[in-house]
């Protein structure tokens, strides 16, 4: 391919859309098929899940992951959560026009090699050319097929009163990455995004009996999975400040911007429910991996409660409700 | 939902967003679980398969159909021309700040309409929000499943030598209505898109053994498929001119605008392959369905070839090499 930059003609159904596709997509996707018009799938051994995800992610590449990368951890995620191992992913690409093709190649190369830590293979892919100005580089959109034990019984239904609450990880870390790779404030330093497979903590955590159900806190972070837990449930929630993990310089900015980290989007990071009695099982599950040494058990379900209440370090009690506008749009 | 126009707040994860999907996506979608990460699918009875497409049609609303017909249409349509009966959807969608929420909502009702004479589910989704000035109005991207006979042998590797090809109806009205909705040339009379489902007339040839393979002309049209066919044959294929299905009005507006019928998108027609003895019960199989009035045997391979020829209404012949750039972008 000669061309640096996209043109509108690499979206249109010749020659230079075949070459594009060929060089820049398929020569990283062993598995892709871009003669077929649709791909089989083997899915022998358990339940099939489904899920999607669109990525729109300003700047397109930030300290700690890109688009592509993001791409493939959010939809994998998604799975995971789910009890399920990835298996399949789908691509859409809609790339502006003047979008430099060096980067669009690295963004598709680091998706390619998340996808291939995963052991998920991207098999069927599409892409657009949008008119310049009209794309913001370049916006994804992942499918992702996965298989789950049937035995596994996973859901916002499961959850009892006084169940436990675990989060894998620190808080905030993404959302406050994106937005400072956005912005001109030389404050970046040691952070980077928590981009990245939860598939290991989901793993360490299906065997357990009381495991009743997990989810990923991206947009609206972990305040905001504490609030769909409570409208599907019909429980409050209450949770430790001080056992919640946030990083030092993300809490710093946080104070010094004004946002609350329990509102920002993590993008590797589980929140799970489980009973009482398996709780400490969990937590040590998750801690013995490589990466969970800050998981942390943060709160229970109540079910006199019918709020999300945060217990400060004094004690004293804070209630959080629903976020209705990130201050931080276009993390994902 | 009392707003009539999309924000930001609308792609933020919070309560704007929520309300925006209940109203407007899951409403419409009775199997849509929009509270779970990922949704099981029931995928008994054949092979899994799996396809993706992006859709960024300008305008959104042409004469037959919308991009969110479209989106059923062109994705559904790929799983059945390889010869698979779609049963599940995910849809992305990415909406333009400022976009009217009505329009919006056509636009889905449209799509859950298209689904819904298909038989197929629309299970999971995701909609992003971008900035004014940054989205188009909307794009959608729908990965499709489907189901297909095991026992059923379809591909480009199928095609042998002097295998007949048909087209099940008029090629290029699809390009054609969209490009006169877009411009204002006060032509547009009875034309309208071809935009459809495949499906009677692709399962209409699914029980005859010399069925090689079926492609449905979008992108690039008739022509750009037989180029397909040609690189992975290593054959050259003969088309007559005359015989190959054009509307009237269709033919008129490219003799008018110097456009070539047979590079323009269709969105509801399908090209066969198909060995020489079954071909005459192929066109009688598709001329008895409702929309099949127009199909016919438009040509052959030709392994001596190797360039795709027209034979025109003289017995002239045009070699038709391939597109490199679409005279009409964003046609899908």
Redesign the interface.
């Known amino acids: 391919m000669q061309d640096t930059h996209i043109s509108?003609?690499h979206?249109?159904?010749?020659?230079?859309?075949r070459e594009l596709i060929d060089e820049i997509f398929a020569r990283h996707f062993a598995k892709l098929d871009d003669?077929?018009?649709?791909?089989?799938?083997s899915?022998n051994g358990g339940?099939?899940?489904?899920?999607?995800?669109?990525?729109?992610v300003q700047p397109l590449e930030f300290p700690g992951g890109n688009i592509g990368s993001l791409a493939v951890h959010g939809t994998t995620n998604?799975?995971a959560?789910?009890g399920?191992i990835p298996r399949?992913l789908?691509?859409?690409?809609?790339i502006e026009e003047g979008m430099e093709i060096a980067q669009l190649e690295r963004i598709i190369i680091s998706l390619a090699k998340a996808a291939k830590e995963i052991g998920v293979d991207v098999?069927?892919?599409?892409?657009?050319?949008?008119?310049r100005?009209?794309?913001?580089g370049l916006?994804l959109?992942t499918?992702?097929?996965?298989i789950?034990d049937t035995n596994l019984n996973l859901?916002?239904d499961q959850i009892r009163d006084g169940d436990v609450i675990l989060v894998s990880g620190s808080v905030g870390d993404h959302g406050i990455s994106v937005m400072l790779a956005r912005e001109q404030f030389g404050l970046r330093g040691s952070l980077h995004s928590d981009s990245a497979s939860v598939l290991p903590f989901t793993q360490a955590l299906t065997g357990l009996d009381g495991l009743r159900f997990m989810?990923?806190p991206?947009?609206?972070?972990l305040a905001?999975v504490c609030h769909?837990i409570m409208r599907?449930t019909n429980m409050g929630i209450r949770l430790q400040q001080p056992d919640i993990p946030v990083s030092e310089p993300v809490q710093s900015v946080c104070d010094m911007l004004g946002y609350d980290p329990l509102f920002l989007?993590c993008e590797g990071r589980v929140v799970a429910i489980i009973e009482p009695a398996q709780a400490e099982q969990a937590l040590a599950q998750w801690q013995a991996l490589p990466d969970g040494g800050n998981a942390t058990i943060i709160g229970q379900v109540v079910a006199e409660l019918s709020q999300l209440v945060l217990v400060t370090e004094f004690g004293g009690e804070r209630i959080l409700d629903?976020?209705?506008?990130?201050p931080l749009?276009?993390i994902c």
Chains 1, 2 share one sequence.
């Open positions: 509108l003609a979206g249109n159904g010749g020659r230079y859309m003669q077929a018009d649709a791909v089989p799938l899915l339940e099939v899940l489904f899920t999607t995800d669109g990525f729109t998604d799975l959560v789910a399920a399949y789908s691509l859409n690409a809609f098999v069927a892919g599409d892409t657009k050319v949008l008119r100005g009209e794309g913001g916006y959109a499918t992702g097929v996965g789950r859901g916002l989810r990923d991206t947009r609206g972070g905001t769909e599907a989007a629903e976020l209705e506008d990130e749009p276009r």
